[in-house]
């Protein structure tokens, strides 16, 4: 697996960023300095909230605690590698680590939603077949500060009155592996010190881990479970997703089931259309059969064109088709619309065109 070089700012591994330090050691680190408590608080503040990116912009803080915060910490450990803009508003970020790891992100913007879609781990461990991020393994998962730098850098993005909204945990990685991770980072992005985003605006996908999907439904969070289902039966999602072959549709669905039950917030299943697979009109109605009764609504996601990979889009006559057989089954479906398709929006397409092109500068497009 390939990593990007780093730049200077980010290659000094003693200099740990700041939502990566543990509370109590940032709070012993300030106390043997003299500094209250509440400097901490500052801090976090002026990260999350103020949009600070050196602790220089830091103004309520003694200027000799400044310096001294610069010369033993990083304000952000991950620096944006690569920006790209799509027309339609889409902005996709290539985010470095500081191992040279890389990763996207993505902020989207509809109406009034502001939504960023993030990543859990460096490189996927779920090896779906259609999907450029699993095409190398799972390389690690991402600390809880690489988690919520993400959101940083989109809602950076944004203009000051305007704040992010929503967040899709749907990026590279299996969510549910990192699963502790996530959770801390999340506390940190709903609360009203942190980002301030709605746990209902939150969405968590999994390919289905079953105990961690029971693990989430005992939480009592209020988040949303998107499953990604891409096939209704087992045979033909082995082949698209080779994890299943250790679980099974079965078990997935019952766990799905129990997240239902237990928290009354509807399951999203997601479906990857790839033409002459897993479109044909009798998948529809098998699938239309294995969601009937559930308290279920169905997100179609016409794959699009992966370089590298052999998959293709269906036709539009299959997927009004696909549609109607799902509606007809008494099954509520959407399909999702494409969005940033002028700047390779796909997951997993920017980060892998950067690891093939190592010597690739930083910049807006
Ligand atoms: S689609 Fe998601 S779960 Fe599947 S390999 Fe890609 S990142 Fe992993």
Same mark, same amino acid.
């Not at 503040?45 to 830091?58: D, H, K, S, T």
């Not at 959101?151 to 969510?175: C, D, W």
């Not at 796909?346 to 807006?364: D, F, H, I, K, N």
């Given at each position: 697996?390939?990593?990007?070089?780093l730049?200077s700012?980010?290659?000094?591994?003693?200099?740990?960023?700041?939502?990566?330090?543990?509370?109590?050691?940032?709070?012993?680190?300030?106390?043997?300095?003299?500094?209250a408590?509440?400097?901490?608080?500052?801090?976090?503040r002026?990260?999350?909230?103020g949009?600070?990116?050196?602790?220089?912009?830091?103004?309520?803080?003694?200027?000799?605690?400044?310096?001294e915060l610069?010369?033993?910490?990083r304000?952000?450990?991950?620096?944006?590698?690569?920006?790209?803009?799509?027309?339609?508003?889409?902005?996709?970020?290539l985010?470095r680590?500081?191992?040279?790891?890389?990763?996207?992100?993505?902020?989207l913007?509809?109406?009034?939603?502001r939504?960023?879609?993030i990543s859990?781990?460096?490189?996927?461990?779920?090896?779906?077949?259609?999907?450029a991020?699993?095409?190398?393994?799972?390389?690690?998962n991402?600390?809880v500060?690489?988690?919520?730098?993400?959101?940083?850098?989109?809602?950076?993005l944004?203009?000051?009155?305007?704040?992010?909204?929503?967040i899709?945990?749907?990026?590279m990685?299996e969510?549910l592996?990192?699963?502790?991770?996530?959770?801390?980072?999340?506390?940190?992005?709903?609360?009203?010190r942190?980002?301030?985003?709605?746990?209902?605006h939150?969405?968590?996908?999994?390919?289905?881990? !079953?105990?961690?999907i029971?693990? #989430? $439904?005992? =939480?009592?969070?209020?988040?949303?479970?998107? *499953?990604? +289902?891409?096939?209704? &039966?087992?045979e033909?999602?082995?082949r698209?997703?080779p994890?299943?072959?250790?679980?099974?549709?079965?078990?997935?669905l019952?766990?799905?089931?129990?997240f239902?039950?237990?928290?009354?917030?509807?399951?999203?299943?997601e479906?990857?259309?790839?033409?002459?697979?897993?479109?044909? !009109?009798a998948h529809?109605?098998? #699938? $239309?059969? =294995?969601?009937r009764?559930?308290?279920?609504? *169905?997100? +179609?996601i016409?794959? &699009?064109d992966?370089e590298?990979?052999?998959y293709?889009r269906?036709?539009q006559q299959?997927?009004?088709?696909?549609?109607?057989?799902?509606?007809?089954?008494?099954?509520?479906?959407?399909?999702?619309k494409?969005?940033g398709?002028?700047?390779?929006?796909?997951?997993?397409?920017?980060?892998?065109?950067?690891?093939?092109?190592?010597a690739?500068?930083a910049?807006?497009?």
């Amino acid at each position: 697996m390939h990593a990007l070089p780093l730049p200077s700012q980010l290659a000094d591994p003693a200099r740990r960023a700041l939502l990566d330090v543990p509370s109590e050691e940032m709070l012993d680190w300030l106390q043997a300095r003299g500094q209250a408590p509440l400097r901490f608080r500052q801090m976090r503040r002026w990260l999350l909230v103020g949009r600070a990116v050196a602790f220089e912009q830091m103004s309520d803080l003694p200027r000799h605690l400044r310096d001294e915060l610069s010369a033993a910490f990083r304000t952000l450990g991950s620096d944006i590698a690569r920006h790209l803009v799509s027309c339609d508003g889409t902005h996709k970020l290539l985010l470095r680590l500081h191992d040279g790891q890389v990763l996207e992100c993505v902020l989207l913007q509809e109406a009034n939603r502001r939504t960023v879609c993030i990543s859990t781990q460096v490189g996927c461990g779920m090896g779906c077949v259609f999907c450029a991020s699993g095409l190398g393994g799972v390389v690690r998962n991402l600390t809880v500060g690489e988690i919520l730098e993400q959101l940083i850098h989109a809602r950076n993005l944004l203009p000051a009155a305007e704040r992010l909204t929503h967040i899709v945990v749907m990026g590279m990685g299996e969510p549910l592996a990192n699963l502790d991770a996530l959770l801390e980072a999340l506390a940190v992005a709903v609360s009203p010190r942190g980002l301030g985003i709605g746990a209902r605006h939150i969405t968590i996908s999994t390919v289905g881990l !079953p105990a961690k999907i029971r693990c #989430l $439904a005992d =939480l009592g969070k209020q988040y949303h479970l998107a *499953v990604s +289902l891409h096939a209704p &039966n087992d045979e033909l999602r082995t082949r698209i997703v080779p994890t299943n072959d250790k679980t099974g549709l079965t078990e997935i669905l019952a766990a799905a089931d129990y997240f239902y039950a237990t928290t009354g917030r509807q399951v999203t299943y997601e479906y990857v259309l790839l033409r002459d697979l897993n479109d044909q !009109p009798a998948h529809a109605a098998e #699938l $239309a059969k =294995l969601l009937r009764g559930r308290q279920a609504h *169905v997100n +179609l996601i016409p794959f &699009n064109d992966v370089e590298g990979l052999p998959y293709r889009r269906l036709t539009q006559q299959a997927l009004t088709d696909f549609v109607a057989i799902l509606r007809g089954g008494g099954i509520s479906v959407k399909v999702r619309k494409r969005k940033g398709a002028d700047i390779d929006a796909a997951c997993g397409q920017l980060r892998r065109a950067a690891l093939a092109e190592p010597a690739s500068t930083a910049g807006v497009e």
